[in-house]
Nanobody, 124 residues
Framework: QVQLVESGGGLVQAGGSLRLSCALS????????MGWFRQAPEKEREFVAA????????YYTDSVKGRFTISRDGAKKTVALQMNSLKPEDTAVYYC?????????????????WGQGTQVTVSS
């Protein structure tokens, strides 16, 4: 059974940092790309970042480039999203997702498995 469990969300002031973690189980990591998405109130879920497990290739949406870093740890079976220089517009529920592919996708429908989400709130 595939499980993705996010943690690390919280309340932070603008300019601050948070580190999200996604604990994985039930996956053959090398066959997957892992993504982080976010959904703000009354908005559609949007792509934030993704990493191909094999090779570590990463991809980011423009609004987080230079501020967010996605990484994976095979020993810990986790995917992390380090978020620096946070802005109020980063406020959202953040979701971890898994896509059984070696190609990085940015569309919600491409991802097969999802975590329950973790709330990130950035105050101004």
């Amino acid at each position: 059974q595939v499980q993705l469990v996010e943690s690390g969300g919280g309340l932070v002031q603008a300019g601050g940092s948070l580190r999200l973690s996604c604990a994985l189980s039930g996956l053959t990591f090398s066959s997957y790309a892992m993504g982080w998405f976010r959904q703000a109130p009354e908005k559609e879920r949007e792509f934030v970042a993704a990493i191909r497990w094999s090779g570590g290739i990463t991809y980011y949406t423009d609004s987080v480039k230079g501020r967010f870093t996605i990484s994976r740890d095979g020993a810990k079976k986790t995917v992390a999203l380090q978020m620096n220089s946070l802005k109020p517009e980063d406020t959202a529920v953040y979701y971890c997702a898994a896509d059984r592919t070696i190609v990085i996708h940015t569309m919600v429908d491409e991802y097969e498995y999802w975590g329950q989400g973790t709330q990130v709130t950035v105050s101004s």
